[in-house]
């Protein structure tokens, strides 16, 4: 473990305390994998349990140690019980403790001898990406736009390809380039279906237009990018607005406005058009290890966006029945907004 991450990891554990010290809580108990990553280096593969105190530890799984011990900035100790780790708790006097919202029931039942009260402590701590953490989503962004240029979707479209195969193959490309992982299932939608923001790539020759939603993971972090490859005049046309909305949100986001600000940017626009209606999801979230963190860009987020924050700008028109145009961009903040990666948005 490098000293330069362990310093991070000790900045990030400080900046949490403060915040817990805030609310009188003792300590936090965290279970999610990515925020013990965030907070330490290590990504278990099992299950692991970080408490938060002033000498933060991580109770490890036995099938995790060696692991751990290479890659965590924060003492371990093997996992024995629930019971073993709650009387360690008791013993260092902790009485509140803070949990994570997605905390599971059956592990918040163990607990329930403490003042449990849930934190968004580490969520707000990740919403500023470290210059590092901002290099890998860069890098990240750039895998996954090449990918897509060597896929050439226009001309799997005309060879006949099926959904199925180009994302499968839109992956190994990423693979190939550099990544570890897609950062969710990819979204390859052609025809009707397109007008499903979540549709599922289908053993069906595509049809037109295409709308590839699509990212990878590298070193952790993710990137997230939408393009609809357009065919007609008629989808010209809502690509057109899509546009619009996409650009005008890109340029609203800067240190010091609403993320709700930047959403109803995009909103009023396409709603001028007379498509209001068919604009049925947020302008966008923003993403890090996870592929959905806070903020989100949507009408009830009044978050202030800061520097350093990553969002996506991702309108879209959805006509049932018909087709869906969706354009999406990843935009880090600054005193104004820059867009990251080169891809076209129009291809």
């Known amino acids: ?4 991450e362990k310093n991070v990891h000790k900045f990030h554990i400080n900046n949490i305390l403060k915040k817990l010290e805030e609310k009188d809580m003792d300590a936090m108990l965290v279970a999610n994998f990515n925020n ?8 278990s593969t099992s ?3 970080l408490i938060i105190k002033e000498d933060p530890i991580i109770f490890v799984s036995g099938m995790d140690m060696e692991n751990a011990k290479n890659t965590s900035s924060i003492d371990i100790v093997k996992y024995e019980s629930y019971d073993r780790m709650i009387e360690c708790l008791k013993e260092e006097g902790i009485r509140n403790l803070a949990i994570e919202s997605d905390l599971t029931a059956n592990v918040y039942q163990k607990f329930n001898d403490f003042n449990l009260t849930i934190s968004d402590a580490i969520s707000t701590e990740r919403m500023i990406k470290s210059d590092e953490e ?9 895998i996954a736009h090449k990918s897509l240029i060597e896929l050439n979707v226009r001309d799997k479209q005309e ?5 199925w195969e180009c994302a499968y193959e839109l992956g190994y490309l990423m693979r190939k ?11 390859f939608a052609s025809g009707p279906v397109s007008s499903l923001p979540h549709s599922t790539p289908r053993q069906h020759v595509l049809d037109t237009p295409v709308l590839v939603d699509y990212g990878c993971k590298f070193e952790g972090y993710c990137s997230d990018t939408t393009r609809t490859f357009i065919y007609t005049e008629r989808q010209e046309e809502i690509s057109n607005i899509v546009l619009e909305a996409h650009d005008k949100a890109v340029d609203a986001v800067k ?12 909103r009023d626009i396409i709603a001028e058009y007379g498509y209001g ?8 979230h923003s993403l890090g290890l996870d592929i959905h963190e806070n903020p989100s860009v949507s009408l009830r987020d009044q978050t202030v966006l800061e520097n350093n924050m990553i969002v996506t700008i991702e309108p879209g028109i959805y006509l049932e029945g018909e087709f869906g145009i969706r354009i999406e961009d990843m935009v880090l903040v600054d005193k104004k907004g820059k867009l990251i990666g080169n891809l076209p948005q129009i291809l």
């Open 1 to 4: 473990m490098q000293i330069k």
């Open 36 to 43: 013990i990553y965030y907070l330490s280096g290590y990504l």
């Open 47 to 49: 299950f692991a349990f």
């Open 134 to 142: 901002i290099e890998k989503i860069i890098k990240a962004t750039d």
């Open 159 to 163: 060879k006949g390809a099926q959904e």
């Open 177 to 187: 380039n550099g990544a570890s992982v897609e950062s969710f299932d990819t979204i």
């Open 255 to 266: 240190a010091g406005v609403k993320a709700c600000e930047v959403d109803k940017v995009a």
């Open 277 to 284: 209606d068919n604009f049925i999801h947020s302008t966008g």
